[in-house]
């Protein structure tokens, strides 16, 4: 994300446990690239049937779910209750997320490899609490358009009633958002301490390099 | 001041602590396999970064191999792709590759203890949440998404954030027939499918230093179900017998000291746990999942829960309607349309032989469709084959596989086509994990057996005494 503030249609999915094969089911793990999974974001529940990489034409689309309705369609922030992404490990979760155009994710509570996969990505996660969540998944599915505001630099979210809602985050994640950080390089910079630390253990803990 | 085993190798593997909470953690062994890897390769090649410590690392093919007519290759031309792209990133970087045509090839959990190449105190990753399976040899093991698997190739570590410490103490035995995957399960099923989450969890008590190594490794291996990307054991005599003569186990020369090392790896007594949580292996029956979490489960000789005793009656109605069953079903009464044996949860050498005392001299009931089990490695398999458990398996119906994950996410041809109802042996019931729209009941692999014999479920207490 390169803006501090962002504007966006919510898309609520009211359920707990939003698991990550729910979110990119395992046919579309077959791609070595990091982008394409946007069209089959939450695809179980999208189509009726199923498809694959290199074969995704004449589907009908689940009437009733929210990604194939107006205006959540279109939407870019993500609202769900508790424990999204728990599950598989697999990143792939988070570049559908990102592939489809869904820039923030909102939730209750986050499974603990999604958040380190979204931070990786820049995909903004927000915890929120279970009141308020409730009332935005409601509101935003009885309006014809919900959009919110969330400031990132106050920590701020404004609801369309121009209702003000503070949340926290973590400093370093909001720079490495904020500053698109190139986190293997920031590593790097500590190059000499890891060898440091290599010639330590090649003396304390020698069977880890020494076979023989 | 008292550590937990956590707060050790977390300590031993420190290289710097960040002005954030978190540390730079140094990264002992890494464990790659065909799915979660190739953009991590991509993205070195981008940045024309080299790999830190090619030594540390081991791959294998597993998530979307063939486990039958091997010799006619991958017919799926992504598949094929997504393997042949592993090959290639291994043999340009020279990384050693356990792959089909090699007896050591399996899934990457079952072959990094089997080899040794997973040991005590080490800090362990893969590019798969199930990595946490090798906490069971007291090392600290947890799944990683992609980026991360380049951060590791590239610098050896990772910036992580300690997690906190869980404790898990389960008094008593287990009564016969019933196993770590049912303890597991029920262990789920009382902490919810988020209740570990930010923490690490250590197993300790009668009934945890009671099981094998390969029985801790189930329970470690679901600990990501709980929600904590890591489960750990205490090193004792257990975890030395069974790492004796692995193929990659320090020398003769080290070996003393190593074992030294290990010994060590154990929570001091009285160090502080942020949680305890004290379970009665006693209570333990053996348990079906009925729902489409892990924490929906219940012992095989009850109901399907009423709308009454539900927190999310929303919930309780779609995962109801996904599965096909109705409030209050006796968990006896559901038919099956196949049987899994095999995934990182369950495919070693114990769990198949568990399912073949159920197995044998009997026959998978007319009902069932298919029956398959797939061994967890071209080891466990050979093994298994030199004790004949491959004919109790084929002379009752079941289809005798090669290894790899197969259904228990199906990438590869092993999957449920829509509807079909699953006695799997697998870790996760998530909606369309083994197929689209597939219904998954996790069980221990001899409950699973005994469902293919009846054509459903049944306890194996009541089964075996019968017998």
Not at chain 2, 71 to 81: E, H, L, N
Not at chain 2, 207 to 224: F, G, H, P, Q, V
Not at chain 2, 266 to 290: G, I, K, L, M, Y
Request: charged letters at 25%.
């Amino acid at each position: 994300m390169k803006n501090n503030n962002f504007q966006g249609q919510v898309i609520p999915i009211n359920r707990d446990n939003v698991d990550t094969d729910l979110i990119i089911p395992k046919q579309y793990l077959k791609s070595i690239k990091k982008s394409g999974f946007g069209p089959f974001l939450f695809d179980s529940l999208r189509y009726t049937t199923t498809a694959t990489l290199d074969s995704n034409s004449d589907r009908t689309e689940v009437s009733s779910f929210i990604l194939n309705q107006t205006p959540y369609k279109k939407g870019t922030i993500l609202i769900a209750k508790s424990n999204f992404g728990c599950g598989s490990s697999r990143e792939h979760a988070v570049w559908a997320i990102q592939n489809y155009g869904i820039n923030i994710v909102i939730a209750e509570s986050f499974a603990d490899i999604f958040t380190r996969n979204s931070y990786a990505n820049g995909l903004l996660l927000i915890c929120l609490d279970k009141n308020i969540i409730a009332k935005i998944i409601n509101d935003a599915l009885s309006s014809d358009s919900y959009k919110i505001k969330v400031h990132l630099e106050s920590n701020i979210i404004t609801l369309p009633n121009e209702e003000n809602i503070s949340f926290t985050i973590d400093d370093s994640y909001k720079e490495r958002i904020l500053n698109n950080l190139d986190d293997i390089e920031l590593t790097l910079q500590y190059k000499n301490k890891i060898t440091e630390y290599e010639n330590k253990i090649k003396q304390t803990k020698p069977w880890l390099f020494d076979n023989e | 001041m008292k550590h937990t085993l956590y707060d050790k190798i977390w300590a031993d593997h420190c290289i710097h602590e960040n002005e954030d909470k978190s540390s730079l953690i140094y990264i002992d062994r890494h464990l790659i396999h065909e799915v979660t890897s190739p953009q991590a390769f991509d993205g070195l090649d981008i940045k024309k970064r080299d790999i830190w410590n090619k030594q540390s690392i081991m791959a294998t093919t597993d998530h979307n191999v063939p486990t039958i007519n091997r010799d006619k290759g991958i017919t799926d031309p992504v598949s094929k792709i997504q393997v042949e792209t592993l090959r290639d990133n291994c043999k340009k970087h020279n990384i050693e590759l356990y792959d089909l045509d090699n007896i050591k090839q399996g899934i990457v959990h079952v072959i990094g203890p089997e080899l040794g190449m997973t040991q005590p105190g080490m800090t362990l990753v893969c590019g798969d949440s199930h990595t946490s399976t090798h906490g069971a040899l007291a090392s600290l093991a947890f799944g990683i998404g992609t980026s991360d698997v380049e951060h590791v190739l590239a610098t050896q570590c990772l910036n992580l954030t300690k997690d906190k410490n869980f404790k898990i103490h389960v008094n008593g035995k287990l009564k016969p027939f019933v196993t770590s995957k049912d303890l597991i399960l029920y262990i789920i099923g009382k902490i919810g499918t988020s209740g570990g989450t930010g923490f690490t969890i250590e197993y300790a008590g009668e009934a945890i230093t009671d099981l094998s190594i390969e029985s801790r490794m189930t329970m470690c291996n679901m600990t990501i179900e709980a929600g904590a990307k890591s489960g750990l054991m205490a090193f004792d005599k257990t975890t030395h017998d069974y790492l004796k003569d692995r193929e990659f186990l320090p020398s003769k020369k080290h070996y003393d000291n190593a074992l030294k090392y290990w010994e060590s790896l154990v929570s001091d007594e009285s160090a502080h746990f942020d949680r305890t949580e004290v379970f009665d292996a006693n209570d333990v029956e053996p348990q079906v999942t009925w729902g489409t979490s892990p924490e929906m489960v219940t012992p095989v000789d009850s109901k399907i829960p009423t709308p009454d005793t539900v927190t999310n009656e929303e919930e309780y109605i779609d995962t109801l309607k996904y599965m096909g069953l109705e409030p209050g079903v006796e968990i006896n009464s559901i038919s099956l349309d196949k049987i899994f044996i095999g995934s990182c949860t369950n495919s070693r050498i114990e769990d198949l032989r568990d399912a073949s005392q159920v197995v044998k001299g009997e026959k998978v009931s007319s009902s069932i469709k298919q029956a398959i089990v797939v061994p967890g490695s071209g080891l466990v398999k050979a093994q298994a084959e030199a004790e004949g458990l491959d004919k109790v398996f084929i002379d009752a119906g079941f289809e005798w596989r090669d290894p790899g994950c197969s259904m228990c996410l199906g990438m590869n041809d092993d999957f449920l086509q829509p509807y079909e109802r699953c006695a799997s042996t697998s870790n996760r019931n998530f909606q369309g994990r083994q197929g689209d729209k597939g219904r998954t009941h996790l069980v221990s692999p001899a409950m699973a057996a005994v469902a293919g014999i009846k054509g459903h479920f049944y306890n194996v207490k009541e089964f075996m005494n019968e017998k």
